[in-house]
């Protein structure tokens, strides 16, 4: 039992349990084999073009945690492979914004498809209880996914 479980009442949130319990799903979760292979950060730049839509490249780097360089590097090996494009910011005559295409969108949506033919199996061979706890907790994972982003675009 760790510390926080033996301070803690009964219905309070072990956080340590939570982050281990996500850090190991996580651990089997991306590393699923995959139709096509593309790097950890590669995938993770078009999900947040996805999600957020079109972004200069100072915040792109931000978020993606790598160094402004490394994501210009990256963003031309995405645009010369189609999947993103380079336009001038509206607002900003000096600046770019880097869109997600069609193609870059199909990744992502191919791959969903893709760990949901895998990941649905496994779902299958846990108990109905099982099953109906997750669910349950989809919405506040969901909630906590939410407020972690928020932060992060608070951050300089």
């Known amino acids: 039992m760790t510390t926080s479980q033996t301070n803690s009442p009964p219905d309070h949130l072990d956080v340590g349990a939570l982050i281990t319990a996500i850090e190991n799903f996580n651990r089997f979760y991306i590393r699923l084999p995959a139709l096509q292979t593309l790097s950890f950060t590669t995938l993770s730049v078009l999900d947040t073009l996805t999600s957020r839509g079109p972004t200069r490249l100072t915040k792109l780097a931000r978020t993606e945690q790598i160094s402004q360089p490394g994501l210009t590097q990256l963003v031309t090996r995405l645009e010369q492979d189609g999947l993103v494009e380079r336009r ?7 600046a770019v914004l880097v869109h997600i295409t069609e193609a870059g969108r199909q990744v992502g949506t191919s791959r969903l498809e893709d760990r949901i033919r895998r990941l649905g199996p496994l779902v299958a061979q846990l108990s109905p ?4 706890a ?6 506040a994972l969901s909630r ?7 932060e992060g675009e608070d951050r300089p």
Do not use: S, V
């Open 129 to 132: 209880a099982d099953q109906r």
């Open 144 to 150: 906590l996914a939410q407020l972690g982003n928020e």
């Open 134 to 139: 997750i669910t349950k907790a989809l919405p």
């Open 88 to 94: 001038p910011d509206p607002t900003d005559g000096r």
